[in-house]
């Protein structure tokens, strides 16, 4: 084998898999009895208050149904059935961005936790299967109103703290939320910044569901008050009872819902179950993460994404592990900040995107250096590929070339990780997510079920269902089975298409080639291009636009816009990026801004009068045009395009 690192045996206590022989074991398991072996991990892992019916049912595939007949609370699971002997141990390790930090134990959370599940009850009416939106910043009381609403059974529906006003009431509304959970705002590199007004703009049309905001002062900035619906958290958290009985919830009932987007159209609220979702967060903390109750965990992402949710808070807490939250950016006030963090905490795994990896590495070469990096086990990636220069960087200059970097697959959909090394076991070649963990079983398909060639790219399908896996689309059944099971099927039978390309190499190692489907990855954060182009299109001066990906040197991929004016000579360039940018900031937030666009004088379109994107991502990228052109109303097009944009 070439380009290949083997684990650094020594530094595993007890790993769940300490060889390729225990993972294959394990994997041969579920070949020879699936249910069987998922319900042993079922029975070990989960604090149960009554024991589940049935394992799987698949009678109405592809709603799936695990663990059906049994009951249990996601908080007790996370949080109360720790206390008999982690009551002073740390929970939740706070950092503020101005490096202050709080300690909150498992016992000191359960209190927490009781009295916000008290306040959402009694204050705000809200009781099991209502929705609660989270708009919040990266503070404790996120997590806490989360857990709250898992011990009441409500269902929480977190809003990224980026998205716009228009793109936060999309949500309210398509879920019918009753409150939201909001801060006045909160701290970045040293400034404040707000929240709050933006809750009050989406509330100004459409969202009369809402019927009460409950706001956590946190910078202590004027906001405007709206007397009736707007609470102060803490004054409504103060004189709760400390006790809260959790809610009995079926293994089936929802747990969240966080909204996607998709290739058409408007985001997708993606549903997850109780307890096969936590079931899955619980087990790939310990398998992949290989965390141990006394081990400082630290992921860095939002909670306002899937992995805020499995690996910030409901993973390592139904571990009984201790989380870091982190309020701050990794670059202030110096690209050491996460280093420092990782010395002064002892942080065992740290979890992270390519692209701040690539933003580290530029701003600060030289900075894991500067500090005591030796508490380090585990490095993780995850959202999108990461390129060979970053991952050398972090395995060589963090991990000190002694940790295993675990490249971890998976989606908002998939619940937690698919596709991963174990650290303790698997030989790892860089830039690789390497095999499907056990109990998951990913397959490289053509659309048919045929089966691709060792080292072609197919079709990303995982082909039996799983605990953790999507349950629908909030109140879109149909979208549902269109979006994941109406593309590839496997004997004949529709199965789970992830809208990735794979490639699995000789020795079945499999390595992601990005998504087949008009999503865009920037930052690891999924965007649509229908979302775009829709934005794009209010733009008064375009008449026509197509948006594609284009790599970037941070972000793995920028956002890049062809447009058709209505009148060629009526703006400049950039005074069109700024109106572009403008919209895109109002109706999806900053994270959706244009990189570069192309004024051109037509887009290339079949006959039909379909966009042929895939010529249009080809020039963005610089690539050879491959694809067959004689079908295009206008061939020529294609050449006219290729020079605008090269310049
Ligand atoms: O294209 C894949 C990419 O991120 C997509 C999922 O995005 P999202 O639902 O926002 O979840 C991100 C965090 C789990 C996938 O369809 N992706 C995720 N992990 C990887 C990846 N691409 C390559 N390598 C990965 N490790």
Redesign the pocket.
């Known amino acids: 084998m070439s380009n290949v690192f083997n684990p650094k045996s020594e530094i595993f206590k007890n790993p769940a898999f300490g060889s390729m022989e225990e993972y294959k074991n394990l994997v041969e398991k579920f070949d020879t009895d699936y249910e069987g072996t998922w319900a042993s991990f079922a029975d070990e892992k989960i604090d149960w208050f009554s024991k589940y019916d049935t394992v799987l049912d698949e009678s109405n595939a592809p709603f799936y149904k695990w663990f059906e007949g049994g009951k249990l609370n996601v908080a007790n699971q996370c949080v109360d059935r720790h206390l008999a002997t982690k009551s002073n141990q740390t929970a939740i390790l706070f950092e503020a961005d101005n490096g202050e930090s709080e300690h909150i134990t498992y016992g000191e959370l359960a209190i927490r936790v009781n009295k916000t599940a008290n306040m959402f009850k009694n204050e705000y009416g809200i009781s099991k299967g209502d929705r609660v939106v989270i708009y919040m910043p990266m503070i404790p009381q996120a997590a806490v109103s989360m857990l709250a609403c898992a011990k009441i059974g409500a269902i929480h529906s977190i809003v990224f703290g980026g998205f716009s006003s228009e793109a936060l009431r999309d949500r309210i509304i398509d879920a019918q939320a009753k409150l939201v959970v909001t801060a006045d705002g909160a701290y970045r590199k040293g400034k404040p910044y707000m929240l709050k007004p933006v809750v009050d703009k989406a509330l100004e049309s459409g969202c009369e569901c809402i019927k009460n905001v409950c706001v956590v002062k946190r910078n202590n900035e004027d906001i405007t008050w709206v007397e009736g619906r707007d609470t102060d958290y803490a004054t409504m958290f103060e004189n709760q009872s400390e006790e809260f009985a959790a809610e009995p919830m079926d293994s089936e009932d929802p747990l969240f819902l966080l909204y996607?987007s998709g290739s058409t159209g408007k985001p997708k609220g993606v549903q997850h179950s109780t307890a096969g979702y936590i079931l899955w967060a619980q087990m790939t903390m310990e398998w992949v993460f290989d965390v141990k109750s006394e081990d400082t965990y630290w992921c860095t992402a939002d909670i306002g994404?899937?992995?805020g949710h499995t690996y910030i808070v409901y993973g390592p807490l139904a571990a009984g592990a201790t989380t870091v939250m982190f309020e701050g950016v990794p670059t202030y006030p110096d690209a050491g900040r996460c280093w420092k963090m990782v010395e002064k905490y002892k942080i065992n795994q740290f979890y992270t995107a390519p692209t701040a990896i690539r933003l580290l590495h530029k701003m600060g070469e030289d900075e894991p250096g500067k500090y005591d990096l030796s508490s380090l086990r585990i490095l993780g990636?995850?959202?999108?590929?990461?390129d060979p220069p970053a991952w050398k960087w972090y395995y060589e200059e963090v991990g000190n070339s002694n940790c295993s970097i675990v490249?971890?697959?998976?989606?908002?959909?998939t619940g937690g990780h698919m596709?991963s090394p174990l650290p303790a076991a698997t030989p790892i070649k860089p830039a690789c997510?390497t095999f499907a963990l056990p109990g998951i079983v990913a397959e490289i398909i053509e659309a048919d079920g045929s089966a691709v060639q060792t080292g072609e790219k197919g079709f990303l399908c995982i082909t039996k269902p799983w605990p953790s896996m999507i349950r629908t689309i909030w109140n879109d059944d149909e979208r549902f089975i269109k979006s994941y099971f109406g593309d590839c099927k496997k004997d004949g039978k529709p199965v789970y298409f992830?809208?990735?390309g794979a490639m699995m190499d000789e020795e079945g190692y499999i390595t992601?080639t990005?998504?087949t489907d008009d999503?865009i990855?920037v930052s690891?954060?999924?965007i649509g291009t229908a979302e775009i182009e829709a934005s794009v299109k209010k733009c008064e001066a375009i008449a026509a636009n197509a948006v594609v990906g284009k790599p970037h040197e941070i972000k793995g991929e920028g956002i890049f816009a062809y447009v058709v004016l209505k009148d060629p000579d009526s703006i400049s360039k950039e005074d069109l990026i700024k109106e572009i940018n403008k919209i895109l900031k109002a109706d999806i937030g900053a994270i959706a801004l244009c990189d570069d666009i192309a004024i051109v004088p037509d887009v290339p379109k079949t006959r039909s009068g379909k966009i042929m994107r895939r010529i249009l991502r080809s020039i963005a990228k610089g690539e050879e045009i491959t694809q067959d052109t004689s079908t295009l109303e206008d061939p020529s097009i294609v050449g006219v395009i290729e020079n605008i944009v090269k310049g």
């Open positions: 996607t994404w899937i992995t990636t995850v959202g999108e590929p990461i490249d971890t697959y998976w989606q908002t959909e596709i997510a992830s809208g990735d992601i990005g998504r999503v990855n690891g954060h999924r």
